[in-house]
């Protein structure tokens, strides 16, 4: 022991304070486990709370009611011309990739002045929330995918208004293209896009992905094993290959998720505390905080690897989406057809974050396009969609 090191013997000690580890640590307390947080930042919340969803969705809000007032003109209610405060929550300062002009996404929440044009690097779900951001707010914004397609991985039916609505919103969307270079020229910044002659941007948000961070944690002198992508392998109970040693959240892999994280932290407590538990939770909702928002849960047509029916219900058949004058979303549901249970929901629209909750539930529930489309949902409520999408199956399959 060094002079400053304390040394403490509790039950469970818990490192990280995000999602994954205040939600184990709060379950384990409630199971009487004396518990301590050690979190090697200066507060507790983690990546969600200071550099994630919350700032993310804050500033989103703010996006979207700038684009509200914008569409209330439709409806004959005018504003003035917006003017933007400094209410973007306070930041840790950001890494620095080269050049305080480029951002990463911690940078780009605490940028300071609205860029006249951004290059968004990566088309994925942090890239288009923060360029919806920063379109909103006025930048030129320009995004750079190396994919075929935004949102990669994503089922391409509940992709395509979003590209619809981001070609409208962005100066330029490059797919299929690659930033080959950057160069601070010092008053901006000059990228490279594949194919093309140099641009200046006055700032560059990259946002490829993110790793998992399991070379700070001492497992070198444990048992527990890392993958070669660096995240630390667990089973169903979070339990690494060290039998003291459970894992959950972002540095176990993907989907990088605080709700996943939240999950399986309260199933390690649980486990820590010698209750039968396991994450065997079926339906991860996945939502994209854009305009319109993107979600989905389950099984969707791609990944179904068996005999599925799809139905798919456009929002322009709904009397709640036409009366906030937005008809651009769709409803799919993917159904096993030997039990015609729903394995799989997506939906694209506003307010999709807050629908996927009743998918969630029925997949995880067993529920079947019966169950779905003889349940009363209140009308006229965007919910109707999924009742309607089961219907329409139902319909198809027996007139
Ligand atoms: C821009 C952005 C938007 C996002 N939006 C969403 C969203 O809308 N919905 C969603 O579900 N997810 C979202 N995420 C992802 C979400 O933030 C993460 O999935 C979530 O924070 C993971 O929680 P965690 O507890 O695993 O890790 P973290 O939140 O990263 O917490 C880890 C904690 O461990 C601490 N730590 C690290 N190393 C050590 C060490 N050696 N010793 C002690 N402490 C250590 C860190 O300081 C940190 O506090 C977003 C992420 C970003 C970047």
Redesign the pocket.
Known sequence: MVMGDLVTEVDVAV???????YSAAFRCAELGLETVV????HR?????LF???IP??ALLHVAAVLGEAERAKEFGVGFGEARISGSAPMMPSGFAVGSDRIMD?TGA?EVPEIPEHLLVVGGGY?GL??GQVYAALGSRVTVVEMMDGLLPGVDRDLVQPLARRCEKLFAAIHLGRKVSAVKDIGAAIEATIEGQAPQSFDRVLVAVG?RA?SD??GLESTKAKVTDRAFVAIDEHCRTSDPHLYA????TGEP????R?MRQGKVAAECIAGRPSAFDNVAIPA?V?TDPEVAWCGVMEAQAGREIKIAKFSWAASGRAATIGRSDGLTKLVVEAASNRVIGVGIVGPGAGELIAEAALAIETAVTAEDLAVTIHAHPTLSESLMESAEGLLHRSSP
């Open positions: 490192l990280g304070g995000g999602p994954g580890g050690i979190d090697a930042g507790l919340g983690g990546a969600c550099e994630g969803c993310s969705k996404s929440l942090i929330e923060l993110r961070v700070s944690l959950v959240g972002d540095v990088m998720l605080a709700h994280a939502v905080f």
